[in-house]
């Protein structure tokens, strides 16, 4: 079974910066790619960030291209999301999911979720 617990969120001042970790277990993660997802209130969830599990493919969303950065460390079976520069639009609940292949930006396209960390950027 597949679970991933995502971690680091908080309440941030504009421009600031957050570094969010998602810490995977239950499954081999070799051939696995690695999501990082938004959702804010009264919005569809989104796509932000993901990464092949070997660090080979990485793909952002045009909103995080620039500020944000993602990566994983085999060795503890987490992905990070590391967010600088950030704004009020980013407020959100964020979301770690996982799928068996190639990276996708659907959330549809992912198996398995985490249950979301809060990051709420003041202005």
């Known amino acids: 079974q597949v679970q991933l617990v995502e971690s680091g969120g908080g309440l941030v001042q504009t421009g600031g910066s957050l570094s969010l970790s998602c810490a995977a277990s239950?499954?081999?993660?070799?051939?696995?790619?690695m999501g990082w997802f938004r959702q804010a209130p009264g919005k569809e969830r989104e796509f932000v960030a993901a990464i092949t599990w070997n660090g080979g493919s990485i793909l952002f969303a045009d909103s995080a291209k620039g500020r944000f950065a993602i990566s994983r460390d085999s060795a503890k079976n987490t992905v990070y999301l590391q967010m600088l520069s950030l704004k009020p639009e980013d407020t959100a609940v964020y979301y770690c999911a996982a799928r068996i292949g190639g990276i996708r930006a659907g959330p549809r396209s992912y198996d398995y979720w985490g249950q979301g960390t809060q990051v709420t950027v003041s202005s």
């Open positions: 239950g499954a081999s993660f070799s051939s696995y790619s």
